[in-house]
């Protein structure tokens, strides 16, 4: 499975992009998706994160501005991003959990997609 986003790019704080992961391969089901980030100097952190089962999660820093959301049909997740601030600069990267059901036993492979750089500026 083969991750690539995109949609990254610099805008000026108070501005919106849309971020855009889409999933290629053999795919088996996908069972979470989620966005992470991380700043330079900084760890990476978990910005949504949106399981097929249970509730979406936000990183505090983020409720409110940024909301998750899938295409199944197309394997693809989305990141809007409103209101960004300049702390909000990072490299974006998009996951993926596939889970293949073999017999009795449940196989789950753990996806990372390259990156899409978010520039916000003062």
């Known amino acids: 499975v083969q991750l690539q986003a995109s949609g990254g790019g610099s805008v000026q704080a108070g501005g919106s992009l849309r971020l855009s992961c889409a999933a290629s391969?053999?795919?088996?089901?996908?069972?979470?998706w989620a966005w992470y980030r991380q700043a330079p100097t900084k760890e990476r952190e978990m910005v949504a994160h949106?399981?097929?089962?249970?509730?979406?999660r936000y990183s505090d820093s983020v409720k409110g501005r940024f909301t998750i959301s899938r295409d199944n049909a197309e394997n693809t997740v989305y990141l809007e991003m409103n209101d960004l601030k300049p702390e909000d600069t990072a490299v974006y990267l998009c996951?993926?959990?596939?889970?293949?059901?073999?017999?009795?036993?449940?196989?789950?492979?753990?996806?990372w997609g390259q990156g899409t750089l978010v520039t916000v500026s003062s």
């Open positions: 949106q399981p097929i089962d249970s509730s979406t």
């Open positions: 996951n993926a959990v596939d889970s293949k059901v073999v017999g009795e036993t449940i196989y789950e492979h753990v996806y």
């Open positions: 391969g053999t795919i088996s089901k996908i069972v979470s």
